[in-house]
């Protein structure tokens, strides 16, 4: 056997001296790097039809015999019958145990066929070794990739590689945003043990800006050498000079954000003073070239990418100073905060009673008491008379300040004795305030009114006996009486006299108390508008302690409507006698602003907003006019409740600094033209003694006001021409320096609000709401409640997709932890059937026996209200409101009343004024009724639909075959009749299943499956209804098994989400491809058009311009982002390459119409999964391109040639175009 080889070796050794063959390295690249003690592998590329590959241990074959031989599919060879070397697919020499003894050159021959000529190709092959770590290792840096170190000028710094098999030049270069830049080193390398060797670099020259410089420790070494090729360290000076302290109040539990600096930085640290020593300690320090790195320190503080520091509950302990050092290697900045926390509290004065307007009886001498409780920090309190001109009719003296200390508040406590020095004046208006160099954000006051007894002598806060007064005062009281009779009757005469001249004039309203007036002197005899001479008669001006009085009678009756209103919240309509207040079960969803965009043809974007508080004093929002935009049941009511109950309760520290809170409800406001006889009607109490003029008085001497008009959408006046304040004041033609909130549907924007309006959306709830939403409103810390309940969710894919929905997530979450029956739910019509089925079941069970059967048979038949329901939908107004007359007569009074009761339909009083304001019935009050939810008139609609698809209404006939027609496509009803539903697809046609979703979706769950494919087949001829078939067949057949073959079809067709899409249409699209995902379906390909908007890498996900979010996808094979002109910076690039490196089954991405980066700095571990996955990388604006995976260059695919610099600019020359177009 040995003989034979032998032989057959000679023979083709003479066969390459005859055929003269060249040497070289074409389909074997030299050198190749294999690991000791591992199995190597040296790569040669031969075709799969190779007949023969010889492997020599020599460049010289005739000098050493063959190692292995490959000749027609058979393996032979010493090599091989040893075990030592074995061959791969394609010719690879696999070396079975690498030692040092096969570092050497390699000569492998190919033989394509038995006459072809030879080739040989000859691969050095070194032998290397993996040092203990696998990176160059900065010294005092704890073995880490990435540290933090304090320096002074004077310091020397090293870094080393230990036990490298080969020698590892290393060196040290400064990291700036524009690149790396070489610093001065010096290279060391010392052989230990003959074959192993160590290098170390040192460097004092490192300080290239004057406080922090980010270093790195570069390798040059072969790619399997070193795992990764550099390290880092971010060196501060020692010396840092002192700067500019910037005071930060902030109140006590609220959230704190520290704002590092708005340059464009690379990296920046933390830090706060240690008081105990004055030395500044890190918090966290992040470095933001390459890769993105955050180290966190110490727990308790936050960082967000914007370069602020945040701590979500402030306390006592995070008082002190703060500062923060960034750069980006060309320059540094540095900012000092001052944090300084503070507890509010309320003033009180002995003998007022809380937020009621005060007046206290006082004496010519005597004293007054205030006191601030639970305060910080510690301030001082004054008593001063407000009016200047008033300063000199009373003295203070013998003040007394104490302060107790409570550890992390004060309590103050001032008395003060006073001594009135007036004759005349008969009262005053003091002040209690506080005072000192702590008062930035305690502006504090109590303003109270003292009257004076003259000649009595009566304690203070007692009141006087009537014979303790001088016969004088009572001769003063008696005139005063005789006064206004007289001043009476003269009115009186002169009101007859003109009544008599003019038929006309419109009678006082009774709701209106008539004012005060005096007389005029003047010839004219106009007449003003109560029937008296202009000339004659005027309003007397308010004096300022009346508008201040009037002011506290206004916020009092404004803040008992609210905390009525807080104190009602049902989250499960069916249970009245569970009430809630609001901020017992409100929780924050997602709220995300509109961000403009300044370029041209570009559109704008929502980015995240961190909470609601935030809303008028972030200065990305801040605006006159914002709009809260959301589509039903995403909050916008509750959020509103929640404003109020925070203003109420001073919760909320961005309404500290609001006077009056006005929050109405504009459904309620069909035909009220006046703002200010809205609010006396909804929000005072009927028997309020304010009149609307003093309401508008009061509203212009208000310091600061926000008024919030809770639901356009549903306003009834909205098109209506006639001239309302509503209107105006979304269009800022009134209350201009009102700070004003409107909410609605997005679809519902009003067309004439003005530019500078901000724009908000709610985005429903997350995981983390919905956790938060269980814990503080059902379960409390039940912690296997909690994981319960979400486990019911995570079971069901529909559920879920309908639980993002606030709204129906909080019923879910109630009626899931306390029925067992929700386990067997799996889809929404089940989920709403089990709802309302528990709406009537939880009445009936509170009823007689004798009243169940006809309760039971309402519950039932309910077909009047199925009609009333599809009428309604289907009209062109949408208007889901009733008169309750109407209703009450085609549903019956009996029927009208048991669904009022189980609260399925909600009655609301609203205004009703009539044509005629002449009538004595002119404004009055009427009852409308409408559905608890819009979805609730969904489903009673989506039953009369249902009930139009029976087998009555339809024929048949045979179904043509045909590849082209739908069920074909699908290959799953090509053997069933076609369903000819010409009166139920009639129906169809009033209903946008864009705008009705459910009733869609309801109708397939009640329907037949004869009637569901007719549906099925309505939205399928409309393209872009084609992916929203998918849930409506789900929702037929309630199991994801049933229908896999129509999810297959599509995810082989492959997704798009275009910017013109709905967000139903986008969201629906997203909610399949979790499904496939989830049950390990290839998607052949996602296309993003126009709707890209970044990448949330600690997400891992892609966020779209709608604000939904497409997360990592394994099983997905190809993204293309469309984006037309937009420019990509190298940053956002990295990302996206980043999150497909991230999708493990990915296989090609493809950026088109857009301008990427000409070159990048994608991170080693990115280009490493890219070559190991084989990931394309394609760029196609006019020319299609591919990033090389191992230059990381764009070539050219058809000329396979780098991109030149001018062929780069005219791309981006050809991209703007676009841009522009």
Not at 66 to 92: A, Q
Not at 310 to 322: F, I, S, W
Not at 366 to 392: A, H, N, W, Y
Request: glycine content about 4%; charged content about 25%.
């Amino acid at each position: 056997m040995m003989n034979e080889m032998l032989v057959n070796a000679a023979i083709l050794i003479l066969c390459i001296s005859i055929q003269d063959a060249a040497t070289d390295s074409g389909g074997c690249d030299s050198p190749q790097y294999i690991k000791i003690g591992t199995t190597g592998k040296i790569k040669c590329s031969f075709p799969d039809d190779v007949y023969g590959v010889f492997w020599y241990n020599s460049t010289d074959p005739f000098q050493d015999s063959v190692i292995l031989i490959f000749e027609d599919s058979i393996i032979k060879g010493p090599g091989f019958l040893s075990g030592e070397f074995d061959i791969s697919h394609g010719g690879s020499l696999i070396v079975q145990n690498v030692s040092m003894r096969h570092e050497g050159t390699y000569t492998a021959v190919r033989l394509l066929t038995p006459s072809s000529k030879t080739r040989s190709y000859a691969v050095d092959v070194v032998v290397i070794a993996i040092t203990f770590r696998n990176f160059p290792v900065i010294q005092n840096c704890n073995s880490s990739e990435l540290c933090y170190q304090i320096l002074d000028e004077k310091s020397q710094l090293s870094c080393t590689v230990v036990d490298s098999r080969r020698t590892i030049p290393l060196y040290w270069m400064v990291r700036t945003i524009n690149g790396d830049r070489n610093v001065s080193s010096n290279l060391s390398v010392k052989n230990e043990r003959h074959a192993f060797f160590t290098s170390l670099v040192t460097t004092t020259d490192f300080f290239y800006t004057p406080l922090l410089t980010l270093l790195v420790c570069k390798a040059e070494s072969p790619p399997t050498l070193l795992e990764k090729n550099e390290s880092l360290v971010l060196v501060q000076n020692e010396r840092v000079p002192t700067a500019e302290q910037y005071v930060e109040y902030i109140e006590i539990n609220s959230r704190l954000e520290l704002r590092c600096t708005d340059k464009n930085i690379s990296y920046l640290v933390w830090q706060r003073m240690q008081p105990s020593d004055g030395l500044y300690y890190n918090i966290l320090y992040v470095v933001f070239v390459g890769s993105y790195s955050s180290h966190n320190d110490v727990e308790g503080y936050q960082f967000k990418n914007d370069s602020s520091l945040v701590v979500d509950a402030v306390g006592v302990h995070h008082e002190g100073v703060y500062r923060c050092i960034s750069g980006n290697g060309l320059e540094d900045d540095m900012k000092v905060y001052n944090v300084a926390v503070f507890v509010s509290a309320r003033l009180v004065v002995d003998g007022c009673r809380d937020q009621q307007y005060c007046v206290l009886e006082g004496n010519a001498e005597g004293s007054l008491t205030c006191m601030l409780k639970r305060v910080r920090p510690q301030v001082e309190l004054d008593f001063t008379e407000i009016f200047q001109e008033s300063s000199d009719q009373i003295e203070f003296f013998n003040k007394t300040l104490n302060v107790k200390d409570n550890g992390d508040t004060f309590d103050v406590f001032l008395r003060s004795g006073y001594r009135y020095k007036g004759l005349a004046k008969t009262k005053l208006t003091i002040e209690c305030k506080v005072i000192g160099t702590n008062v930035t954000k305690l502006q504090l006051s109590r303003i109270f009114d003292l009257w004076f007894v003259h000649g009595v002598i009566a304690p203070t806060g007692e009141t006087p006996t009537t014979n303790k007064y001088h016969w004088w005062v009572i001769l003063a009281a008696v005139a005063a009486i005789l006064l206004v009779l007289v001043i009476c009757g003269f009115f009186i005469i002169k009101a007859y006299r003109y009544t008599r001249r003019s038929r006309h004039h419109k009678p006082f309203s009774s709701e209106t108390p008539v004012p005060t007036f005096e007389r005029k002197e003047g010839n004219n005899t106009g007449l003003s508008d109560r029937g008296f001479s202009s000339e004659e008669i005027m309003p007397l001006v308010p004096q300022k302690d009346q508008i201040v009085a009037k002011k506290d009678q206004f916020i009092s009756e404004l803040k008992a409507k609210y905390q009525d209103l807080c104190e009602v919240v049902q989250p499960i309509p069916f249970i009245r006698d569970r009430l809630y207040c609001v901020d017992r079960v409100f929780v924050e969803g997602g709220i995300e602003y509109l961000v403009a965009k300044n370029k041209i043809g570009e559109e704008g974007r929502w980015e995240k907003l961190d909470t609601y508080q935030n809303i008028l004093t972030d200065d990305r929002v801040k605006s006159k006019r914002l709009i809260i935009e959301g589509d039903p049941g995403y909050g916008k009511s509750s959020l509103t409740l929640q404003l109020a109950y925070d203003w109420c309760n001073g919760t909320n520290i961005s309404l500290k600094n609001i006077d009056i809170l006005i929050i109405l409800r504009l459904r309620q406001l069909g035909g009220v033209t006046s703002i200010y006889r809205a609010i006396r009607m909804f929000l005072l109490p009927k028997d309020t003694q304010l009149s609307e003029k003093e309401i508008e008085m009061i509203l212009c001497h208000s310091s600061s006001t926000l008024v919030v008009l809770d639901g356009y959408d549903e306003y009834p006046d909205k098109d209506d021409d006639t001239d309302r304040d509503v209107i105006s004041i979304i269009a800022r033609n009134m209350f201009q320096q009102f700070e004003v909130i409107l909410t609605t549907r997005s679809s519902y924007l009003p067309i004439n609000y003005p530019a500078p309006t901000k724009r908000l959306k709610l985005t429903g709830f997350d995981d983390k709401a919905r956790d938060q939403y269980i814990r503080k409103a059902v379960v409390g810390n039940d912690t296997d409640a909690v994981d319960k309940i979400k486990q019911r969710l995570q079971k069901n894919d529909i559920l879920q997709y309908v639980c993002q929905v606030p709204l129906f997530f909080v019923m879910f979450a109630h009626m899931s932890h306390e029925s067992e029956h929700f386990q067997q739910l799996d889809s929404v019509t089940k989920f709403f059937r089990y709802m309302i089925s528990c709406f009537h079941s939880h009445m009936k069970n509170k009823m007689k026996d004798e009243n169940v059967t006809k309760f039971e048979l309402f519950e039932t038949d309910h077909r009047k209200l199925d009609i009333i329901a599809f009428e309604r939908l289907s009209a062109k107004d949408h208007k889901t409101v009733w008169r309750k007359e109407d209703l009450c007569n085609r549903l019956g009074k009996d029927f009208y009343d048991q669904y009022v009761r189980v609260g399925i339909l909600l009655e609301e009083e609203v205004l009703d004024i009539s044509d005629s304001p002449g009538s004595p019935e002119h404004i009055q009050y009427k009852t409308e009724v409408r559905f608890y939810h819009k979805i609730f008139c969904e489903w009673y609609a989506a039953h009369y639909l249902s009930s139009c698809f029976s087998r009555d209404d339809v024929g048949a006939q045979p179904l043509e075959q045909s590849e082209k027609t739908y069920l074909d496509d699908y290959g799953h009803f090509h053997h069933e009749p076609k369903i000819i539903l010409d009166k139920g697809l009639n129906y169809l046609d009033y209903l946008d299943p864009f705008e009705h979703e459910y009733v869609y979706l309801f109708t397939c769950g009640l329907s037949s499956e004869p009637a569901s494919k007719g549906i099925i087949r309505y939205l399928q001829a409309k393209k872009e209804t084609r992916q929203f078939v998918i849930l409506c067949l789900f929702e037929q057949k309630g199991n994801f098994d049933d229908i896999v073959e129509y999810v297959e079809y599509i995810c082989k067709e492959g997704f798009a989400i275009r910017n013109d899409h709905s967000l139903l249409l986008q969201r629906s699209t997203i909610q399949l491809m979790k499904i496939s995902s989830s049950h390990k379906l290839p998607i052949s390909s996602i296309t993003l058009k126009n709707c890209y908007g970044a990448v949330d890498l600690i997400s891992k996900c892609i966020r779209l311009k709608s604000s939904l979010s497409l997360s990592v996808l394994h099983n997905l094979k190809a993204i293309e982002i469309w984006e037309s002109g937009t420019i990509m910076e190298e940053d956002e690039f990295a990302n996206i390459v980043c999150f497909a490196a991230m999708c493990k089954g990915l296989q090609d991405l493809t950026l088109s119409r857009c301008v990427v980066p000409q070159f990048n700095k994608l991170t080693l571990k990115t280009k490493d999964i890219l070559r190991a996955r084989k990931v394309n990388v394609y760029w196609w604006p006019t020319r299609r391109y591919r990033l090389n995976l191992y230059s990381f260059l764009w070539e050219d695919m058809e000329r396979c040639l780098v991109i030149t610099d001018e062929e780069y600019q005219s791309e981006v020359e050809w991209c703007t175009t676009l841009l522009e177009s």
